[in-house]
């Protein structure tokens, strides 16, 4: 019996059989092999199938995180060579210092340290010390110190000392 091929449209004999099954199921028919494979392809563009394959790449690492660490531990185990390593290290060392002297480097160590220290010092109240921190930060230090009647304190220890030692000297004789 003639029917159209659902790929190129050319008719072609096919039995009574494969068209009612076609029809049950919803499928379409075909001249050849070739046709039925053509239709089947996707036409994407490059972009298109990169984005597919980073999506697949990323749900496959996603769920086979175990099986991926222990072959990237097997490679690493079967490929490091210490000497060499330590070449390519030096090799580099002059880059990693210019890095470090990078005021973009500097602002980031900063604020790095002042998390680490509050982490170990204040434990789980680190962000609330922080915070103070910064509020405190906000007030003139110097204002402040005048209120609290800490500006030249050193200096008025002096004198007072001074004076002390002089009464204590006057009484004395």
Same mark, same amino acid.
């Given at each position: ?14 039995? !009574? ?24 392809? *996707? ?17 496959? $690492? ?16 079967? +490929?490091?060579?210490? /000497? ?7 090799? $580099? ?8 002297? +990078?005021?973009?480097? $500097? ?12 982490? *170990? /010092? ?21 204002? /402040? ?14 004198? !007072? ?13």
């Amino acid at each position: 019996m003639k029917h159209s091929c659902g790929y190129c449209g050319k008719e072609c004999d096919k039995d !009574q059989s494969q068209i009612n099954r076609a029809l049950r199921k919803g499928l379409k028919l075909y001249c050849n092999l070739q046709c039925a494979g053509k239709s089947r392809r *996707k036409n994407l563009s490059a972009e298109q199938k990169k984005e597919i394959k980073r999506q697949y790449d990323e749900k496959y $690492r996603e769920n086979n995180k175990d099986l991926l660490k222990v072959k990237k531990h097997e490679y690493f185990v079967k +490929t490091y060579d210490p /000497i060499k390593a330590a070449v390519d290290r030096k090799k $580099r060392y002059h880059r990693h210092l210019e890095y470090l002297r +990078t005021p973009e480097y $500097r602002a980031w160590k900063a604020a790095y340290d002042e998390k680490y220290r509050a982490r *170990k /010092i204040y434990g789980e109240y680190w962000e609330s010390f922080l915070l103070i921190k910064k509020i405190e930060g906000l007030y003139d230090q110097e204002e /402040i110190r005048q209120i609290n009647n800490l500006h030249n304190k050193s200096q008025k220890r002096k004198r !007072q000392w001074r004076q002390l030692k002089r009464l204590s000297y006057l009484r004395a004789h």
